[in-house]
């Protein structure tokens, strides 16, 4: 059975950082784009990173600079390293494996002002 469980979130003020965790087990997946999405309340699910294979990285525009994804495939685990966080950042933070069905179950991130 296939699990993505993401870890890291909490509360927090404007200008601090996070670092995100999402540890998958039950296969690996190396040769898989692995990304991090995020979903404030009442509004859709919107993409923030994403990593291919080869550590190519991409960024939605409101986060490029702020947060930085990385993996470690020996751990069969990706992070996302927040930093400079903002109110607007405030959001439930799920991680994906591209091209599958298989979803973290979120975390919560909340930026107080």
């Known amino acids: 059975q296939v699990q993505l469980v993401e870890s890291g979130g909490g509360l927090v003020q404007a200008g601090a950082s996070l670092r995100l965790s999402c540890a998958a087990s039950?296969?690996?997946?190396?040769?898989?784009?692995v990304g991090w999405f995020r979903q404030a309340p009442g509004r859709t699910r919107d993409f923030v990173a994403l990593?291919?294979?080869?550590?190519?990285?991409n960024y939605a525009k409101s986060v490029k600079g702020r947060f930085a994804i990385s993996r470690d495939n020996a751990k069969n685990t990706m992070y996302l390293q927040m930093n400079s966080l903002k109110p607007e950042d405030t959001a439930v933070y799920y991680c994906?494996?591209?091209?599958?069905?298989?979803w973290g179950q979120g975390t919560q991130v909340t930026v107080s002002s």
């Open positions: 039950g296969r690996t997946f190396n040769a898989y784009s």
């Open positions: 994906r494996v591209s091209g599958t069905d298989y």
């Open positions: 990593m291919n294979p080869g550590g190519k990285t």
